[in-house]
């Protein structure tokens, strides 16, 4: 066979193709990041190879070192970067490095097309790494040797354009990955030992294999993680995490573990300055990498961490797991899952120090984090150190900036208070507008403010702080609020109704209930109320209730839990109607105005249904208030 018979051509996928070209006409400030990609796949492939080896699989060039090797030639502007990993078959180079196989990964290129420069630094997290090459290289050759016995060692060769040439090699070569990056002009500076050694000390120094320059060994530092505390500067944790995380900026805070018993292992976890839900990747990203005594057995493992501490990055290395320990059978290890409820324990007792001595960080965690962290009301193991972590903003507060703790409110619960009251609205603004909150603020009991439903979610799964259990403003019985006394005087003092006046009053509540019949449970006097005529309430707000407020949110239909319509009759609107129902207890004005008040109520709490009747009526009643205005005027 010739050897032009067996060299075959393939073109590159459309989404390689148009991710090729922006790299090619990217901003170049970043481009040394492709020697990172390079060396991060080099050294996935010896982590892979260790991992056959450790489980008895028989493969090639078995007693091959580790290793990452990078060599270079100025004057041919050639680096090669060559490693004695795993290989790659024809097929594997075909289904790898032609296609993009990982999901999200045409939505990142969306993205890079838009915001050039940044993303392609961040390009190895989205399982493309490899095509940074062409940042740099004019042509690219890999020669790569699969570890399976029978498979031919295979050269793959492409200028980055429209595709790509696979041959079979005709020389033997050893197990591992040759790549062979041919310079631009414009590139030729990486061939230089100075600029490379930089370029690896930056990118790659804790890369856990040997790399060499020529024969010289490059990096120093591994397994970090199992170094004393003590002897670990801030610089050092640092740029870990930085290697670790594809991140500029330095971590948040930094949760180094080594736990002795029962089981031993190491832990190095860092909270990221910002949530790095990077175009929304987050979820795929989420996960600890786990080692056993130093040897990479997954990357991003998720089982280590409860999804609500997704946003902690970091390893955990095991002294005791088995090093054979397939990945399928980790979740039903017993050592392992006292690992990973050791992790949280550490992670929520981390955070826990934190709110208390670096308050400032802990606000910056809680506006970061908090929104995934709320979802942790489900571990009910750690529920009680969950419960002390939480945040609210508060009718205490001085602006919807401050945040109190449940802690907080306790401290200042009035004598004889067993309930924690909770508001929800869009913004502070408008929960202080919510009339359930009279009551509570003439007596001077702290109310949390919500601004997110899953708060209000998070609060009624809950239940209880304590002994305290969370109430909804709309569910608080006003009666037993009459053992706290005013401290506040909201409105002016009112003359009370006549006894026959009360009289007329309680048949206008029957003429009410009359009128909005079954949309309501009840209508009732009102004892809460000070400066609004009306409101609705519920007797008790379960759960239920929240759910299907989130669920409306949702625009999913679901049927409207029946209220309490209660009405306050020292409000001036109210005495006017009271007025009205003397002469005519039939007057449709009456109607009108009932009509529009619950319509009201319901706008507020979120859940009227059809805005379009609320402001015809109410287009109506000013086109009528205008006449009588003008009637007014002549006199
Ligand atoms: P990622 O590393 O995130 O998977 P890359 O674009 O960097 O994405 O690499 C694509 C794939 O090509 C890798 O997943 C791996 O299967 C294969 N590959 C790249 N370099 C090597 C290598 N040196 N040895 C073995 N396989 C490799
Ligand atoms: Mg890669």
């Known amino acids: 066979m010739s050897v032009e018979q067996t060299v075959k051509s393939y073109e590159f996928k459309a989404e390689v193709k148009q991710l090729l070209d922006i790299l090619v006409h990217s901003l170049y400030t970043s481009r040394e990041i492709f020697l990172r990609e390079l060396i991060s796949n080099a050294s996935d492939a010896l982590d892979k190879i260790r991992f056959e080896t450790i489980k008895g699989t028989e493969v090639v060039d078995k007693n091959l070192p ?3 090797t990078i060599d270079f030639d100025e004057k041919k502007q050639l680096i090669t970067v060559t490693d004695t990993g795993i290989g790659m078959t024809r097929d594997e180079l075909i289904l790898n490095i032609g296609t993009i196989a990982k999901s999200g990964s045409a939505e990142f290129i969306k993205k890079v097309a838009e915001s050039k420069s940044d993303a392609v630094n961040i390009i190895g997290k989205f399982g493309v790494g490899f095509y940074s090459v062409f940042m740099a290289a004019k042509e690219v050759v890999i020669k790569t040797k699969s570890y399976l016995k029978d498979e031919p060692a295979v050269e793959w060769k492409s200028d980055g ?6 041959s079979e090699l005709s020389e033997p070569i050893k197990r591992g990955t040759k790549i062979e990056i041919h310079l631009k002009e414009d590139a030729k500076e990486f061939a230089d030992k100075f600029n490379l050694e930089r370029i690896i000390k930056k990118h790659s120094n804790f890369i856990s294999f040997p790399i060499y320059i020529n024969t010289e060994r490059i990096n120093t530092i591994v397994a970090i993680w199992r170094e004393p505390k003590s002897s670990l500067k801030k610089e050092q944790y640092d740029e870990f995490y930085k290697f670790l995380t594809y991140e500029s900026d330095e971590p948040l805070s930094v949760i180094h573990n080594s736990v002795d018993a029962p089981i031993q292992f190491h832990s190095l976890l860092f909270i990221p300055k910002k949530n790095i839900d ?22 991003k493992n998720k089982d280590l961490l409860p999804e609500y501490l997704g946003f902690v990055k970091g390893v955990v290395d095991s002294e005791d797991l088995p090093l054979n320990i397939s990945r399928e059978t980790l979740q039903e290890n017993i050592i392992f899952t006292k690992i990973a409820q050791s992790v949280t324990t550490n992670i929520l007792s981390h955070l826990l120090t934190m709110a208390k001595e670096e308050s400032a960080k802990y606000y910056q965690f809680w506006k970061e984090h908090g929104k995934i962290f709320k979802l942790g009301y489900t571990d009910f193991a750690n529920s009680e150190k969950f419960m002390r972590l939480l945040r609210f903003n508060s009718s205490f507060s001085k602006n919807a900036d401050e945040l109190i703790s449940l802690e907080d409110y306790i401290s200042r619960l009035k004598d004889g208070q067993k309930e924690i009251y909770f508001a929800l609205g869009p913004s502070r603004e408008a929960i202080e507008l919510d009339p359930h909150l009279e009551v509570l603020a003439d007596k001077d009991l702290e109310v949390l403010y919500l601004y997110d439903p899953l708060d209000e979610f998070v609060l009624t799964s809950l239940r209880k702080f304590k002994d305290y259990e969370f109430k909804s403003v709309g569910s608080v019985d006003s009666k037993a609020l009459e053992k706290f006394i005013d401290v506040k005087k909201f409105s002016e003092e009112i003359e009370p109704l006549s006894p026959d006046d009360e009289k007329h009053f309680d048949s206008l509540l029957i003429r009410i209930k009359n009128i909005l019949s079954d949309r309501v449970e009840d209508v009732s006097e009102s004892k809460r109320l000070r400066n609004n005529p009306s409101c609705l309430t519920s007797k008790d707000e379960g759960i239920s209730s929240t759910i299907m407020k989130m669920m409306r949110l949702a625009n999913k239909e679901v049927p409207m839990q029946k209220k309490i319509f209660e009405v306050n009759k020292n409000h001036k609107l109210i005495r006017n109607l009271l007025k009205i129902f003397k002469m005519d207890s039939k007057d449709t004005f009456i109607e009108n105005v009932i009509n529009q008040l619950y319509d009201s109520a319901l706008l507020l709490e979120g859940n009227l249904d059809d805005p379009y009747k609320l402001v015809s009526r109410l287009n109506k009643m000013l086109e009528q208030s ?10």
């Not at 354009?161 to 696979?166: A, D, L, P, V």
């Not at 929304?280 to 989420?286: K, S």
């Not at 205008?626 to 002549?634: D, N, P, R, S, T």
């Open 626 to 635: 205008g006449e009588w205005y003008a009637e007014l005027k002549k006199l």
């Open 161 to 166: 354009q429209g595709g790509y040439e696979i």
């Open 278 to 299: 990077f175009f929304g990747f987050g979820r795929e990203d989420y996960g600890l990498d786990l080692y056993v005594r130093k040897v990479l057995i997954q990357h």
């Open 66 to 68: 580790f290793e990452i």
